[in-house]
């Protein structure tokens, strides 16, 4: 986003290269591109009558109908997050308490919840936003071993988590 304006993928990949020219981003910084869905919504490839912003043709909606138990399921707007090496969404608690679905299609991730009791406590100690890369600290392994769910993730994983939790 540039303020309130969405962008295109096009216009992000201008502006880094507008940014590189100019000197104020590194050339070999490494990129990380969060909710790459459409900017305008489309009929679903599979729910015709369902419009959406959603870049994947199907996701677990689609293939059980348990998902639709879930609280508060919101996909229309889901985007896909790609980066590369030591990047991704740092810890936040989501501004909806909407199930997520995890899917992680190549590389391997560190995925951290914490508790409910820890929304609040979590992000202002870690500093929301903050992203943990190796070697961890002895103060972020502290952190992370209050962690409710803590997991390595592979390619191919898939796993379901509330976003109102610390994550």
């Known amino acids: 986003k540039n303020g309130d304006k969405k962008r295109s993928l096009r216009e992000g990949v201008d502006a880094l290269r507008h940014g590189e020219a100019e000197g104020s981003v590194a050339p070999d910084a ?3 591109i969060s909710e790459l869905r459409w900017l305008e919504k489309v009929r679903h490839p599979i729910a ?3 419009m959406v912003k959603c870049s994947t043709s199907v996701d677990i909606y689609d293939v059980t109908p348990l998902s639709r138990r ?3 399921w919101e996909r229309s707007d889901g985007g896909i997050f790609i980066g ?3 990047t991704g969404s740092g810890v936040h608690v989501d501004q909806c308490l909407w199930s997520n679905v995890g899917r992680n299609w190549c590389g391997f991730k560190l995925f951290a919840v914490w508790g409910w009791e ?3 406590n979590i992000p202002a100690e870690v500093g929301k936003g903050r992203i943990f890369h190796l070697p961890l600290t002895s103060e972020e392994e502290v952190w992370l071993s209050r962690a409710k769910v803590l997991a390595l993730v592979h390619p191919g994983d898939v796993w ?3 976003g109102g939790q610390p994550h």
Request: aromatic fraction near 12%; glycine fraction near 12%.
């Open 30 to 32: 490494p990129i990380y």
């Open 84 to 86: 590369e090496r030591g």
């Open 118 to 120: 820890e929304r609040h």
């Open 160 to 162: 379901v988590f509330s």
């Open 70 to 72: 879930m609280p508060l």
């Open 48 to 50: 015709h009558g369902e």
